[in-house]
């Protein structure tokens, strides 16, 4: 940034306005630094954003993304990842260790950040313990959800391991429409069944995206068909 003129600077433009006056392109140019040989960090911010449209897409970016960028090494790769880390933290202010799954939106508030920008299917499996409390979460599959590339077996296995005494499972749709596939509808009964058998039972099977969700308990999909929805426990 030492090639830039003093006010072009966004360091000194956040000193001096504030950084709500800053634009996404000066913003990413504090948090990279500097450029690169005849390329000024601003011009390297402006490639990136423009590349990916903006921060919310720059969120999905891995690693090895970032850095096919010419002046992205692993620092300036890493610190982009850190920060838009927080950003999702921040937007979901609740230390897992301390959550407790009583209804479907406590679980999508689980997994929202997860999910955000993804364009891959994730599935999650939420193991609790005898209060609901949260044990872990884990990302089981990633792609589309069909017994292809999902089976009980897998989904079981990792719930015994983590002491489960019940489980739920949340994934996201990147079409952002929740409405469950018939393969959702298909992989969901096996898993519900197997659960029934081992004494593992599935409470519900979330589909989610960015904004909204669609509790496959809650439209009779999985468990009791008489079941109205609401507490995650609800028989």
Do not use: C, W
Not at 188 to 214: C, E, F, M, W
């Amino acid at each position: 940034m030492k090639n830039l003129l003093l006010k072009e600077h966004p360091r000194e433009k956040l000193y001096k306005y504030g950084s709500s006056n800053l634009t996404d392109i000066e913003l990413l140019a504090i948090i990279l630094r500097h450029g690169g040989k005849r390329t000024s960090v601003l011009d390297l911010s402006r490639k990136i954003i423009k590349n990916f449209g903006g921060f919310k897409n720059l969120v999905d970016a891995d690693l090895n993304e970032l850095t096919s960028y010419k002046y992205i090494g692993k620092a300036k790769a890493t610190s982009i990842k850190a920060l838009t880390e927080i950003a999702l933290r921040l937007n979901n202010p609740d230390t897992e260790s301390s959550i407790q799954v009583n209804k479907p939106k406590d679980v999508y508030d689980l997994v929202r950040k997860d999910i955000f920008g993804k364009k891959k299917e994730y599935l999650f499996l939420i193991s609790l313990d005898t209060k609901n409390n949260l044990i872990s979460k884990d990302i089981v599959s990633i792609g589309t959800i069909n017994e292809a590339v999902i089976h009980p077996r897998e989904i079981y296995n990792k719930a015994i391991r983590n002491n489960a005494v019940s489980i739920i499972l949340a994934h996201n749709h990147p079409s952002n429409d929740t409405t469950p596939s018939k393969e959702d509808i298909y992989v969901t009964q096996r898993i519900y069944k197997t659960g029934q058998i081992i004494g593992i039972p599935l409470l519900d099977h979330l589909i989610v995206s960015a904004k909204d969700y669609t509790s496959m308990k809650a439209v009779k999909l999985i468990g009791d068909r008489n079941t109205k929805g609401g507490d995650i426990n609800e028989k």
